[in-house]
């Protein structure tokens, strides 16, 4: 089967560094997006990752382990504007490339 | 210059009657995609389309019918509603569905359903 888990809320302060954790469990793994949606708006594309190791993009990085079905979002120097949901999604083969989605991370940040 | 557009942002109705969303893309991709998002945040898939071609259909109540008159547009029509339609519908595209692309989802900026 297909399952994603991600915490559904985590806390972190202006300026300090969050790591937001992705497990997933798919037969036919192709990749991995994370996606940023702040309350009331569409979600927008963050970063792919469809090889082991770190992509870094400014303030932000997303790790994957595609042995142990793991990724993590990584978000340096924290702004207010930060505070959002993070989607993790996960691109299937066997499901005609469909992606499936994580419930989501609140990230809530405090000054 | 609106990437993905839909209409209308909101739309509140009673149970039982029919209703339509419009989307619409200038970003001249091939796939387009219906989600539900419900009260728990989760994004599901419900119908996807490839060059006017229905490549993707979830296990959706057939009173949910989607169409795509040409690429850029995929409407989705809902009859006779239900309380448990109540959601917030994201329409979306994509350049392509290849395996290891990147395959970048842009999304509208969602229709909120509330039926009452």
């Known amino acids: 089967g297909q399952n994603i888990d991600q915490p559904t809320e985590m806390t972190a302060t202006e300026g300090a560094i969050v790591q937001i954790n992705c497990t997933y469990q798919?037969?036919?793994?192709?990749?991995l997006f994370w996606y940023q949606q702040h309350a009331g708006e569409a979600p927008t594309f963050l970063s792919y990752?469809?090889l082991d190791g770190l992509e870094e993009k400014g303030r932000f990085s997303s790790f994957l382990s595609r042995s142990k079905g793991y990724s993590y979002l990584l978000l340096k120097e924290l702004q207010m504007k930060d505070s959002a949901s993070y989607l993790c999604a996960v691109r299937d083969i066997r499901g005609n490339y469909q992606l499936i989605w994580g419930a989501g991370t609140k990230l809530i940040i405090k000054p | 210059d609106t990437a993905v557009s839909q209409t209308p942002k909101y739309l509140v109705t009673q149970m039982g009657n029919d209703k339509s969303i419009k989307c619409e893309q200038n970003?001249?991709?091939?796939?387009m995609y219906w989600y539900k998002q419900d009260s728990k945040k989760f994004l599901k898939i419900m119908f996807s389309y490839n060059n006017k071609e229905l490549i993707i259909n979830e296990t959706v109540p057939n009173r949910f019918s989607p169409k795509s008159p040409d690429k850029a547009h995929l409407n989705l029509h809902i009859n006779s509603l239900e309380l448990g339609d109540s959601a917030v519908y994201f329409c979306?595209?994509?350049?392509?569905?290849?395996?290891?692309?990147?395959?970048?989802?842009?999304f509208g900026p969602g229709t909120r359903l509330t039926v009452l």
């Open positions: 990752n469809v």
């Open positions: 979306a595209s994509s350049q392509e569905r290849l395996a290891g692309a990147v395959d970048t989802q842009y």
């Open positions: 798919t037969s036919g793994f192709n990749g």
């Open positions: 970003l001249g991709h091939d796939t």
